[in-house]
């Protein structure tokens, strides 16, 4: 299985603030990785797919990059709705999901 | 707008067989262009695909779960299905059912609410 390490678990950030969220794959995954937002009690929600094209609908706040092994999720200018859970996903074979990082209000 | 909507126990005993039903509705099984399939939730290990179909019966099964895991659909019905037999209580987790977009990084999509379901005897 490649495993997506992800980081920070959690994270205490204020309105207004820019965050950054990164996921590292365990073996070569080109730019085959997932953004998801959960908030707690729904289902997740895609925010990025292939490590950097904006959903229908996102914020323009929310950007992905990278590529290779090395991936990240920014959150510019955070708003009072972005505070949620936030994963990874791999999709360069057998799908697997990172550990999730939780965005809280500082 | 997609909706799914998945139905099934809640419980199931060890060693028996959970299955899941997931109606779909503003779009069609029958078409191409999207995987249907499903990943849980469980409250430690946190989210796992578990596998998805396409609407040729073409099938791509997570391999820890490929010796007990059935996906199919029911296009008559217009609805996906889950069989995964022997359970254990490692399979206690929230279900989802998805849309995957068939192509580079196939992303999910769709997400139903969500059922809960507990292995216990």
């Known amino acids: 299985d490649i495993a997506m390490t992800q980081s920070p678990s959690s994270l205490s950030a204020s309105v207004g603030d820019r965050v950054t969220i990164t996921c590292r794959a365990s073996?070569?995954?080109?730019?085959?990785v997932n953004w998801y937002q959960q908030i707690p009690g729904r289902a997740p929600k895609l925010l990025i797919s292939?490590?950097?094209t904006l959903q229908d609908g996102v914020p323009s706040r929310f950007s992905g990059s990278g590529s290779g092994t090395d991936f990240s999720l920014t959150i510019s200018n955070l708003q009072p709705e972005d505070f949620a859970i936030y994963y990874c996903?791999?999709?360069?074979?057998?799908?697997?999901f990172g550990q999730g990082t939780k965005v809280q209000m500082k | 707008q997609v909706h799914l909507q998945e139905a099934g126990p809640g419980m199931v005993k060890p060693s028996q067989t959970l299955s899941l039903s997931c109606s779909v509705s503003?779009?069609?099984?029958?078409?191409?262009?999207?995987?249907w399939g499903w990943s849980r939730q469980h409250p430690v290990k946190g989210l796992e695909w578990i596998g998805y179909?396409?609407?040729?019966?073409?099938?791509s099964y997570n391999p820890s779960l490929k010796s007990r895991l059935s996906i199919s659909l029911d296009k008559s019905k217009n609805q996906i299905s889950l069989k995964l037999t022997s359970v254990t209580a490692a399979d206690t987790a929230i279900y989802y059912c998805t849309r995957v977009v068939v192509g580079h990084s196939a992303p999910t999509l769709n997400w139903g609410q969500g059922t809960l379901v507990t292995v216990s005897s």
């Open positions: 179909v396409y609407y040729d019966g073409d099938t």
């Open positions: 292939a490590a950097s």
């Open positions: 503003g779009a069609s099984v029958s078409l191409g262009g999207y995987n």
């Open positions: 073996q070569y995954i080109a730019d085959f």
């Open positions: 996903e791999q999709s360069y074979t057998s799908n697997t």
